[in-house]
Each structure stands twice: as C-alpha cells, then as structure tokens.
C-alpha cells in the first residue's frame, strides 16, 4: 500500500542545514508528484515545494527560493528537501504528500494543501538560537 515516511528534522542554529527525506513506498517516485508541505503552530499548513517528475516542474513557494532544493532519488525511491540557511521562521512540522490528481501543474496546484489526498505523518524541524 501507499506510504510516506519523512525524517530528518532535528534541532538546529539558524544559517545551519538540514535535509528532509520522504521515504515511499507502494509507488515510485517517477509516478507521481511530490509536495513537502509545513505548518508552524497556530498556523495553517504551508505548501513549500513540489517535484513533479511526470510533468518535469519544481515549484518554490517564494519565502525558500534560494535557501531550498528539492530532489528526487529513484534508485533510493525517495524525495528529498535539503534546507539551507535556516530561519527561525522555518520551524515547523514538515509533511510530504502525493496528490490525488497524480501530477502538480501548476505552482497553485503545489501549494494547495486541498489537491494532495495522502501524507506522511511529519517531521518536526525547530530552528532557535
């Protein structure tokens, strides 16, 4: 069956890194697109960035641009999300998804926490001096 398992988060300085990973199972990679989303408390939840390897897009939403990559590793089947420079802004439960329609078109599509059907259950990044 269909299963996302993120890991990675951790603790870390702000200008530090991290990398995300977002394990899958029952699909592959190349087969659907992929969003990492993010929701910091008393917040609603965030989309960050997709790869959509069908459609051949990657999609940022603005507040990372620069500062994140996504990636995919098919021989691994898992997507990565490697964070660099950190901000404390970036603290937040990190979730990765697949969406139902399969592929993103679009940077709204990416972003839009209502098109993604199936989530892994998070991974807690916290970015404090």
């Known amino acids: 069956q269909l299963q996302l398992v993120e890991s990675g988060g951790g603790f870390v300085q702000p200008g530090g890194s991290l990398r995300l990973s977002c394990a899958v199972s029952?699909?592959?990679?190349?087969?659907?697109?992929i969003g990492w989303f993010r929701q910091a408390p008393g917040k609603e939840r965030e989309g960050v960035s997709c790869?959509?390897?069908?459609?051949?897009?990657?999609y940022y939403t603005d507040s990372v641009k620069g500062r994140f990559a996504i990636s995919s590793d098919n021989a691994k089947n898992t997507v990565y999300l490697q964070m660099n420079r950190l901000k404390p802004e970036d603290t937040a439960v990190y979730y990765c998804?697949?969406?139902?329609?399969?592929?993103?078109?679009?940077?709204?599509?990416?972003?839009?926490?209502?098109?993604?059907?199936?989530w892994g259950q998070g991974t807690q990044v916290t970015v404090s001096s």
């Open positions: 790869i959509d390897n069908i459609e051949g897009n990657i």
């Open positions: 998804a697949i969406p139902a329609a399969r592929y993103i078109s679009s940077y709204d599509s990416c972003v839009d926490s209502d098109a993604f059907d199936f």
């Open positions: 029952g699909f592959t990679v190349d087969s659907y697109a």
